[in-house]
């Protein structure tokens, strides 16, 4: 809600916390923790962060693999995020592969 109202920088702080509670209890390798890696990678990417972006993005996209959702609509949804952080940093080439497989998962 923070940050679909502009307040990313009071996203931030919730996001990493349920990283660290889905840790600490065993799930980092789940999908729920994929998909808050994914928005705080989107979250990071708004406040300009942009390797911790692509770090929780990528993150977020081993985990779905892992976990067979190569068809599910976060997977796509976090390739477009990861185009997005590419196009950002000025690697052009990067973000249209990673925005192509995004669209084809689509």
């Known amino acids: 809600i ?3 109202l502009g307040h990313n920088d009071q996203a931030k702080q919730p996001l990493e916390e349920s990283l660290a509670i889905y840790a600490k209890h065993g ?3 789940h999908p729920w923790y994929a998909r808050a890696s994914a928005w705080l990678g989107c979250v990071c990417r708004e ?6 972006a692509r770090h929780h993005i990528e993150e977020s996209l081993k985990i779905y693999q892992s976990n ?6 976060w997977y796509a949804r976090a390739f477009g995020d990861l ?5 950002e940093l000025g690697r052009y080439e ?3 592969q990673v925005l192509k497989k995004s669209l084809a998962l689509y």
């Open 83 to 87: 185009g997005s952080v590419y196009r």
């Open 27 to 29: 799930y980092g390798n």
């Open 68 to 73: 067979g959702y190569e068809e599910h609509p």
């Open 2 to 4: 923070y940050s679909e």
């Open 94 to 96: 990067q973000a249209e």
């Open 47 to 52: 406040l300009g962060d942009h390797e911790h």
